[in-house]
C-alpha cells in the first residue's frame, strides 16, 4: 500500500481548510445574523450577499487546497505568511475586543473561536516553518 498522496504538513493544512470550511458553513446556518454584520451592506440583499461571500471563500479554499496537494510553492508561502501574521494579530484584536477596549458588534463566542483560530494558525504556520527547514516547501515536519 502507498499511503496518502500528501505527508503531515499537507495534511494538517488541508485538515485546517476542512474545519475552517465546515465552520464557516455552521455559522452561516446557525448565526447568519454574524455575516450580515460582518458584511454590512447598505440596501442590499444580505441573504445573496452572504451566499456569494461563501462561494468565493469555497473557490478560494479549493484553489488553496489544490496548491497544497500540488505543492506550489506560491501557495506554500502565502499560507505560511498569512498563517504566521494573521494568527499572531488576530489573537491579540481578539483579547481588546472581548475586554472592551477596541469596539466590535460581534458577539462573544464568535470573537473567542477567531481566537482560537488565530491560536491554531500559529501553531500550523510554525509546523510548515519545521518542515521547511527539514525538507524544504511542504517538506513533512
Given at each position: 500500500m502507498k499511503g496518502l498522496p500528501f505527508?503531515?504538513?499537507q495534511g494538517l493544512v488541508l485538515g485546517f481548510f476542512g474545519l475552517v470550511w465546515v465552520a464557516l458553513v455552521v455559522i452561516l446556518v446557525v448565526a447568519p445574523e454574524v455575516y450580515d454584520d460582518a458584511l454590512r451592506l447598505p440596501g442590499g440583499d444580505l441573504d445573496q450577499a452572504t451566499l456569494v461571500f461563501l462561494v468565493?471563500?469555497?473557490?478560494f479554499i479549493a484553489l488553496l487546497v489544490v496548491g497544497v496537494?500540488?505543492?506550489?510553492?506560491?501557495?506554500?508561502?502565502l499560507i505560511l505568511v498569512a498563517f504566521i501574521?494573521?494568527?499572531a494579530l488576530r489573537v491579540p484584536a481578539s483579547i481588546?475586543?472581548?475586554?472592551?477596549?477596541?469596539?466590535t458588534d460581534l458577539p462573544a463566542w464568535?470573537?473567542?473561536l477567531q481566537a482560537f483560530i488565530g491560536v491554531v494558525e500559529v501553531v500550523v504556520g510554525l509546523l510548515?516553518?519545521?518542515g521547511y527547514r527539514?525538507?524544504?516547501t511542504w517538506g513533512s515536519f
Open positions: 505527508n503531515r504538513t468565493a471563500i469555497s473557490c496537494l500540488q505543492r506550489w510553492r506560491w501557495t506554500f508561502w501574521l494573521g494568527g481588546l475586543q472581548l475586554t472592551g477596549i477596541m469596539s464568535y470573537v473567542v510548515m516553518v519545521a527539514r525538507e524544504g
